[in-house]
């Protein structure tokens, strides 16, 4: 069981516009750490797709976008590519469990 | 180009031991925490351990607390995971990833290829 909870699937045709929503609590995303995403394509390893709320390191579209809201974070893709189809985890801090947290994954089906 | 490259994995039984290596190149490795995080297979992401560019600062993942020990060689550029007393549960690609950090918080970019330890009798 993951400190973070993340849908296990989400799924949206081409164009459309699809988020992934992550839910802590007041010890991670609800207290002063940031939450970052990561996009993880069949058989690689993962990449950083956004981090500290809504950066994204060079190369990654702008179609992709972070937010943060209470203890909850969500990751938007917009106009959804065939490419787009990954996995996708989001990553915060816990204080009360002194570690890094990531949550269980989200399955990304381009339809 | 920042690149990250493990070694080290293999078949070992219960209670055993292994170590893990990851060479760092295309960056100032002394300059960067870094970290070790593994995926069972078939499944999420799990942090392992952390480590900052002096080596003063350590912190790992309670399910490895105890068992295993991070280390680095700025001279060499590598970054080490030392697993003693391995278990079945322990079985998972292992990737090396450079963190970064703002003073509350930590991620990490890049990430190496992974290498996979299994633990099995």
């Known amino acids: 069981q993951s400190v973070l909870t993340q849908p296990p699937s989400v799924s949206g045709a081409p164009g459309q516009r699809v988020t992934i929503s992550c839910t802590g609590s007041?010890?991670?995303?609800?207290?002063?750490?940031?939450v970052h995403w990561y996009q993880q394509l069949p058989g690689t390893a993962p990449k950083l797709l956004i981090y500290?709320?809504?950066n994204r390191p060079s190369g990654v579209p702008d179609r992709f976008s972070g937010s943060k809201s209470g203890t909850s974070a969500s990751l938007a893709i917009t106009g959804l590519q065939a490419e787009d189809e990954a996995d996708y985890y989001c990553?915060?801090?816990?204080?009360?469990?002194?570690?890094?947290?990531f949550g269980g994954g989200t399955k990304l089906t381009v339809l | 180009q920042v690149q990250l490259v493990e070694s080290g994995g293999g078949l070992v039984k219960p209670g055993g031991s292994l170590r893990l290596s990851c060479a760092a190149s295309?960056?100032?490795?002394?300059?960067?925490?870094m970290s070790w995080i593994r995926q069972a297979p078939g499944k999420g992401l799990e942090w392992v351990s952390y480590?900052?560019?002096?080596?003063?600062?350590?912190n790992y993942a309670d399910s490895v607390k105890g068992r295993f020990t991070i280390s680095r060689d700025n001279a060499k550029h590598s970054l080490y995971l030392q697993m003693n007393s391995l278990r079945a549960e322990d079985t998972a690609i292992y990737y090396c990833?450079?963190?970064?950090?703002?003073?509350?918080?930590?991620?990490?970019?890049?990430w190496g290829q992974g290498t996979l330890v299994t633990v099995s009798s």
């Open positions: 500290a709320k809504n």
């Open positions: 480590i900052s560019g002096s080596g003063s600062t350590i």
């Open positions: 295309g960056f100032t490795f002394s300059d960067y925490y």
């Open positions: 007041s010890s991670n995303i609800g207290a002063v750490y940031d």
């Open positions: 990553q915060s801090y816990d204080s009360s469990l002194s570690g890094v947290v």
């Open positions: 990833a450079r963190a970064l950090y703002s003073g509350y918080d930590y991620w990490f970019d890049p």
